[in-house]
């Protein structure tokens, strides 16, 4: 009985002992993942405000200037976006651009996206429609952005209004008809 109670006392021990040792193992790794988690949360932290900073920076420009993802529901809607548009940025914000904004494009907006996946860019004229109903012609610029690893995410477009260019242009166009034609006329008088 001596040596029975021995031997269960040494096995108690020695569970004892190694309930200890993995115990303070899963300590050490708890506080290794923790601290690793701190750090990393650390630098999303970081770049969060980094982000926000950036989309403080463009909320200064006037142009209109939206994120929208290969879908082309927009993830981005700028101060500038907002004014020349309309449209709040939480109104915006999760909508389809092109249904949103009923955009009429030089071709087809599958090739213009295709041709941005392809070389990166594209630049055109579009034509707008604001909250209120006006149309707006905008010179446009579209950018592919890419995730870390390379991969297409979406596009940052930068719209510019140039309605009241355009309408300048064409007035003048249509005064110096206007003058040609008075002036061929008085020549051949």
Partial sequence: LVVTMAIDVTDRQLAEAELRRVNEGLEQRIGERTA???????????????????????????????????????VYWS??????????????????????????????????????????????????RTRGGGRLLVASRWTLTRTERGAPEGFLEVNRDITARKLAQDSLRDSEARFRAVAETAVEG
């Avoid at 989309?55 to 142009?63: F, G, I, K, M, Q």
């Avoid at 030089?106 to 594209?122: C, S, Y």
Wanted: net charge negative; no cysteine.
């Fill in 79 to 128: 101060a500038g976006a907002a004014d020349m548009y309309g449209w709040t940025r939480d109104e915006a914000l999760g909508r389809v651009s092109h249904q949103l904004l009923s955009a009429e494009y030089p071709k087809a907006v599958a090739d213009i996206e295709r041709h941005v996946l392809d070389t990166g860019d594209w630049e055109g004229e579009v034509s707008q």
């Fill in 36 to 74: 690793a988690l701190t750090r990393a949360n650390d630098a999303l932290r970081r770049q969060s405000d980094q982000l926000r900073e950036q989309a403080t920076l463009l909320d200064l420009v006037h142009d209109g200037i939206l994120v929208r993802d290969l879908f082309g529901t927009i």
